[in-house]
T-cell receptor, first 116, second 114 residues
Framework: AQSVTQLDSQVPVFEEAPVELRCNYSSSVSVYLFWYVQYPNQGLQLLLK??????LVKGINGFEAEFNKSQTSFHLRKPSVHISDTAEYFCAVSDQPGGGADGLTFGKGTHLIIQP | KAGVTQTPRYLIKTRGQQVTLSCSPISGHRSVSWYQQTPGQGLQFLFEYFSETQRNKGNFPGRFSGRQFSNSRSEMNVSTLELGDSALYLCASKITGTGGDTQYFGPGTRLTVL
């Protein structure tokens, strides 16, 4: 069975400051990792994904994440946040690149609050 | 290219009723998955359809069912609604049933059960 833990339910950050959203996973098989963003009253949008290869993954909107197998982590970072980054962020894991037999397993989400 | 569309966007039902939600995938996408999102349980996988067949199923009771049509559009049905079924139901599509494809999510249908 797989699981995802997002360590912070809420992260307040000042505009133009850097941010890191933490994600830890557990999986007994091959792991594929994703970060999605959800803006109010909208569905999920893929920010980035790790399937294989370089452990540093770059995504849209200036976000990046680093896969750390030894620490079973996939933390999301952005060097300078903007007010428009205010949203809910979800980390997800799968045993197949596009979602396996159990679909994508999501964390509980982290609410990123950008303060002016 | 148009994204994943879901109808209706909002729905209010009473306990005991049944409801049908619809999802139209991105053109060319043959796999459709459904997820339930609630404040308490977060995002949970319901089931996946590919080529009109249910391929995978999450841990939900039999009151939750679905189907997929030949044009890849999918419907989800919930019978004998309970208060706990109030949630945002998200549909996601991808090109094929194989790995390596990104799931694209629709805006969701917000179901409220009174």
């Amino acid at each position: 069975a797989q699981s995802v833990t997002q360590l912070d339910s809420q992260v307040p950050v000042f505009e133009e400051a850097p941010v890191e959203l933490r994600c830890n996973y557990s999986s007994s098989v091959s792991v594929y990792l994703f970060w999605y963003v959800q803006y109010p009253n909208q569905g999920l949008q893929l920010l980035l994904k790790y399937l294989s290869g370089s452990t540093l993954v770059k995504g849209i909107n200036g976000f990046e994440a680093e896969f750390n197998k030894s620490q079973t982590s996939f933390h999301l970072r952005k060097p300078s946040v903007h007010i428009s980054d205010t949203a809910e962020y979800f980390c997800a894991v799968s045993d197949q690149p596009g979602g396996g037999a159990d679909g994508l397993t999501f964390g509980k989400g982290t609410h990123l609050i950008i303060q002016p | 290219k148009a994204g994943v569309t879901q109808t209706p966007r909002y729905l209010i039902k009473t306990r005991g009723q049944q409801v049908t939600l619809s999802c139209s995938p991105i053109s060319g996408h043959r796999s459709v998955s459904w997820y339930q999102q609630t404040p308490g349980q977060g995002l949970q996988f319901l089931f996946e359809y590919f080529s009109e067949t249910q391929r995978n199923k999450g841990n939900f009771p039999g009151r939750f069912s679905g189907r997929q049509f030949s044009n890849s559009r999918s419907e989800m049905n919930v019978s004998t609604l309970e208060l706990g079924d109030s949630a945002l139901y998200l549909c996601a599509s991808k090109i094929t049933g194989t790995g390596g494809d990104t799931q694209y999510f629709g805006p969701g249908t917000r179901l409220t059960v009174l």
